[in-house]
Nanobody, 127 residues
Framework: QVQLVESGGGSVQAGGSLRLSCAAS?????VGWFRQAPGKGREGIAS????????AYADSVKGRFAISRDNAKEMVYLQMNSLKPEDTAMYYC???????????????????????WGRGTQVTVSS
């Protein structure tokens, strides 16, 4: 059973940075970050294959966000730079997939790929 706990959310001005953390005990293969803004669907933004470090990013965050992992600590991080008001959302960590390194980027950012979800951490970016 994978247990996922997010932290690190908060309020920041546009152009600022935040680092989100996901404590993911018992996870394997891929861990992803998703977000959901009010009135919108859940969007996959970044994912990492923990055994090889392969990553996938949504175009909306590419070049601004970076996902990383510390397998010894069972932690996955999301460094968010150059934040914009449109990044305001609840951010979720997801894991629990049997897919290995052959998974495509599209699959890695798809909500239905993952079985287990954290409760989320709020990120608010003001202009």
């Amino acid at each position: 059973q994978v247990q996922l706990v997010e932290s690190g959310g908060g309020s920041v001005q546009a152009g600022g940075s935040l680092r989100l953390s996901c404590a993911a005990s018992g996870y394997r293969n891929w861990v992803g970050w998703f977000r959901q803004a009010p009135g919108k669907g859940r969007e996959g933004i970044a994912s990492v294959y923990i055994y090889g470090g392969r990553t996938a990013y949504a175009d909306s965050v590419k070049g601004r966000f970076a996902i990383s992992r510390d397998n010894a600590k069972e932690m996955v991080y999301l460094q968010m730079n150059s934040l914009k008001p449109e990044d305001t959302a609840m951010y979720y960590c997801a894991a629990g997939t049997d897919w290995g390194s052959s998974m495509t980027d599209i699959q890695a950012l798809r909500e239905m790929t993952y079985r287990d979800w954290g409760r989320g951490t709020q990120v608010t970016v003001s202009s």
